[in-house]
């Protein structure tokens, strides 16, 4: 049972990776039917809830995988996003902060908490988040951008 379901982790990352978001969807319930504790799965299934904008459904997830692996930077920076997807950006900071602290050196997630900031109106912490953006990154255009804005 557990070669096959790695085989179909692989096959829902691979349809993944080409735009076949709904036939990785259909396996990855699968898998949970099977291991409901998978934490591949239930992160990837998150991550395509929130492609689909279904932020509820991928919290949801993301939350079952938080039980299984709290230091997970990853599920931590998508827990943040489906939150500030949803209009939820307070929410948003706790898990911001936390994917900042476990990757330090992720650009991406620096970028996103001081955006959450900025949705926030508190602007002069969005600044200093987007200054560590551009520290780790200085040709980082996007953090440029936003640093303007705010």
Do not use: C
């Not at 993944?16 to 036939?23: A, M, N, S, V």
């Not at 991928?58 to 039980?67: Q, T």
């Not at 001081?114 to 969005?126: F, K, P």
């Amino acid at each position: 049972m557990h070669t096959q379901i790695h085989q179909l982790m692989s096959t829902a990352i691979q349809s993944f990776q080409l735009g076949k978001i709904d036939d990785a969807e259909l396996i990855l319930i699968d898998i949970l039917k099977h291991q409901p504790k998978n934490f591949d799965a239930l992160h990837t299934l998150g991550v395509i809830k929130g492609i689909k904008s279904q932020h509820r459904e991928a919290l949801e997830l993301f939350n079952k995988g938080l039980k299984i692996d709290t230091n997970n930077s990853y599920l931590h920076f998508n827990i943040a996003k489906a939150f500030s997807d949803s209009g939820e950006d307070e929410k948003a900071l706790k898990y911001h902060l936390n994917a900042t602290k476990l990757n330090p050196s992720d650009q991406q997630g620096w970028l996103n908490y001081g955006i959450s900031l900025l949705n926030l109106d508190r602007v002069n912490e969005a600044l200093d988040i987007f200054n560590k953006a551009i520290d780790l990154s200085p040709q980082y255009a996007e953090a440029w951008t936003n640093r303007v804005v705010a």
